[in-house]
DNA sequence: TATGGCCTGTGG
DNA sequence: CCACAGGCCATA
């Protein structure tokens, strides 16, 4: 489920749940999270002392000892199981034993979510942009990301080269503050329109990060304005919520006070 | 730049 | 039974 502030939240979670530990177990629960040899070539962090475990856009970071990193998407439905003992969890899909008994369960009902191991001294490839509450990502800045892309606005927000953190559920929500319609061509829009989507972005997300019941997978969405509120009235207009398809993801917005 | 594919679960 | 699900990547 997670966008940027479940993460952050995640990553504190196993960040105070086993930094400084070492770790003595890591095992794969299900056939798709071994497929690609991840979790075989992360064996050799099997004895090594974990450091600290940073965020970086949607990926945690488990630093190692000697510069090695466990690289952690939780994509879809991930998220982070505490035990104190080795009884399985629900739609457990890996685990990561530590040398006081605790354990860190990926917990992953989709099985979407997909580990990596990054040798010391190994850069990351993938490309991400800053974060959606970066300081230095101006007005100004956002306008030259979204300046060369064709594509709508709402897929734009989608695209982590672009700016990180905002998912499906974000991206409508900073529209609908902004009052900007999701098909908008991103490169088109004005600056005073990119002010008000930033604004928007860090709306949507700052009430999530105030929101630490929306953690887990399937919790609380009912406080949204447009996410999953088709047929319903806008909080601002009360017109009623529409939904489309946009690179087959559902779309939520208000047909009359985003344009 | 657009489209499946990945997986399982839930709800209509 | 089918549609849909809070994300990303490989592939054309």
């Not at 034993?97 to 009902?109: A, I, Q, S, Y």
């Amino acid at each position: 489920m997670p966008e940027l502030p479940e993460v952050e939240y995640a990553a504190r979670v196993a960040r105070d749940a086993v930094a400084g530990r070492t770790l003595t177990t890591l095992r794969a629960l299900h056939a798709a999270l071994a497929r690609d040899g991840a979790v075989d070539a992360a064996q050799v962090l099997v004895g090594r002392r974990l450091i600290d475990v940073r965020r970086v856009a949607k990926w945690q970071e488990f630093v190692f000892d000697d510069g090695a990193v466990l690289v952690v998407h939780f994509r879809m439905t991930g998220d982070w199981a505490v035990t104190d003992d080795a009884a399985v969890p629900r739609h457990a899909r890996l685990e990561l034993g530590f040398d006081d008994g605790r354990r860190l369960w990926l917990v992953d009902p989709r099985v979407l979510g997909r580990i990596a191991y990054i040798a010391p001294g190994t850069a990351r490839t993938t490309r991400v942009g800053p974060d959606a509450h970066d300081p230095s990502l101006t007005p100004v800045a956002l306008r030259a990301r979204l300046a060369r892309r064709s594509v709508a606005i709402k897929q734009a927000l989608l695209d982590q080269a672009i700016v990180a953190g905002l998912g499906n559920i974000y991206a409508a929500e900073a529209l609908w503050h902004a009052r900007i319609h999701p098909a908008t061509p991103a490169s088109s829009l004005s600056l005073a329109r990119v002010t008000r989507l930033l604004d928007g972005m860090r709306w949507a997300l700052g009430e999530a990060l105030g929101d630490p019941g929306r953690q887990a997978y399937g919790e609380s969405l009912d406080r949204l304005a447009v996410y999953d509120k088709a047929g319903r009235p806008c909080p601002r207009c009360a017109a009623p919520i529409r939904r489309m398809v946009q690179g087959q993801r559902s779309t939520y917005w208000c047909g009359r006070c985003q344009r």
